[in-house]
Structure formats: structure tokens, C-alpha cells
């Protein structure tokens, strides 16, 4: 069983169109997060979800809408793609801690690569 | 102001040798996470080791351990016997405290460690 799975893995649209990449977890996490990851293997988080409310929303263009339907879920839909939305997505989660110090490490999706030509 | 610095943007070790990855950090909070993963050219990201800010001791995972000098604000990553499996991106990370006491995973620009045999 893949602990945090995205789908789909290659995505390749045309500019303009909407897309969308689903995440699921299934390790009892309650924080999710989007990362993206551009050419330069640059890691950017996007948004986090704790118990399926929004808790970091980076400066990120409002064309990106994520969602959570549940604390195992997180999926981020994209409207009217650009050649600069191109890179690697990944989710990933991790356990909820008050303390930075404490809980686990980030456990990631083997990452969703999309193309905008 | 970078959160996570990675100073070195490639390396070479020979086979069989250590080799030590660079991280510096910067945070006022007292009490925050640190992490090194791993990210072959195959795009999975894998955790190595993780060293909290309250541990005293230095964390080892194997072949890994982390170099932690909490004053100097650095946390290198250390690769004993290095191995041609190794050769991949290496990331630095830190999670710290957000207001509103969510925390927050911020990567570095990553260090391309090539191991020659």
C-alpha cells in the first residue's frame, strides 16, 4: 500500500486548460501539503491543509485552488494554464505537533509532473 | 532572507569515502525541526534523518548522521562509505512555528552529490 499516492503521475496540456491532481494518504496524517517543484529542483510549498482547513497559502496565483474533502485527501486544481505552471507537484504529509521541534518527517507522493506546451 | 542555505550546488566524493553536505538555518524560535532528504534522478523524494532542536545528541540513521551546532545555526549532513547509490539531490530542510502555531516546511536549494567510483 503506497502511503501517499498522487494521481495522475505525467500530465501534458495545452495553455488555457484546467487540470487537476488528486492526493491521498492513508497514515492517519492530519497535515497535507503542496509542494512544487520547478526545473531548477526548486521545492516551494504551495498550501498546507491541517484537518481540512487551509492553515498556509503561499503567494500563490489564485488560478490554484487546493481542497480537502476529508484529512486524507488533498487535491489542487488548476485553471488556465501557463507555460510556468510546468514542474513537478508533490504532496505530502505529516503528522500534526505543537511543538516544531517534535513530530515526523514529511512523507511525499512520488510526484505529479505536468507539462504546459 | 533565506530560511534553509545550502551553499554547495554540487559535489564529488569518491566511492568508499565520507562526504559532509553543508545546511545552515535561520530562525529566532527555540523550537523547530531539521531534515535531509534524499531525491535520486528517478524524483522520489526520501527522508534520511531528522534532529530536533531540543535533541543533544547528534542524529545517526545508518550511513547518515547529522553534524548539528545549534550556535552556529548548522546541521550538515554527513555520508559515511559513500556509495555510487548515493549520487542523487540532496535536501535541507526546516520546519518551524507559524503564527497562528502552525508550522511551516522550508526546503533549500538542494546540493547534487555525484559519487565517482
Known amino acids: 500500500d503506497t502511503a501517499v499516492s498522487q494521481t495522475p503521475k505525467y500530465l501534458v496540456t495545452q495553455m488555457g486548460n484546467d487540470k487537476s491532481i488528486k492526493c491521498e494518504q492513508n497514515l492517519g496524517h492530519d497535515t497535507m501539503y503542496w509542494y512544487k517543484q520547478d526545473s531548477k529542483k526548486f521545492l516551494k510549498i504551495m498550501f498546507s491543509y491541517n484537518n481540512k482547513e487551509l492553515i498556509i497559502n503561499e503567494t500563490v496565483p489564485n488560478r490554484f485552488s487546493p481542497k480537502s474533502p476529508d484529512k486524507a485527501h488533498l487535491n489542487l486544481h488548476i485553471n488556465s494554464l501557463e507555460l510556468g505552471d510546468s514542474a513537478v507537484y508533490f504532496c505530502a504529509s505529516s503528522l500534526h505537533s505543537r511543538l516544531a521541534g517534535a513530530g515526523g518527517e514529511l512523507f511525499f507522493g512520488e510526484g505529479s509532473r505536468l507539462t504546459v506546451l | 532572507a533565506q530560511k534553509i542555505t545550502q551553499t554547495q550546488p554540487g559535489m564529488f566524493v569518491q566511492e568508499k ?16 525541526g531539521l531534515f535531509w532528504y534524499k531525491q535520486p534522478s528517478s524524483g522520489e523524494m526520501i527522508f534520511l534523518i531528522y534532529q530536533g532542536s531540543y535533541d543533544e545528541q547528534n542524529a545517526t540513521e545508518g550511513r547518515y548522521s547529522l553534524n548539528f551546532q545549534k550556535a552556529r545555526k548548522s546541521a550538515n549532513l554527513v555520508i559515511s562509505a559513500s556509495q555510487l547509490g548515493d549520487s542523487a539531490m540532496y535536501f535541507c530542510a526546516m520546519r518551524e512555528r507559524q503564527s497562528g502555531g502552525y508550522q511551516k516546511v522550508t526546503f533549500g536549494t538542494g546540493t547534487k552529490l555525484q559519487v565517482i567510483p
Open chain 2, 17 to 32: 569515502e565520507a562526504v559532509t553536505l553543508d545546511c545552515t538555518y535561520d530562525t529566532s524560535d527555540q523550537s523547530y
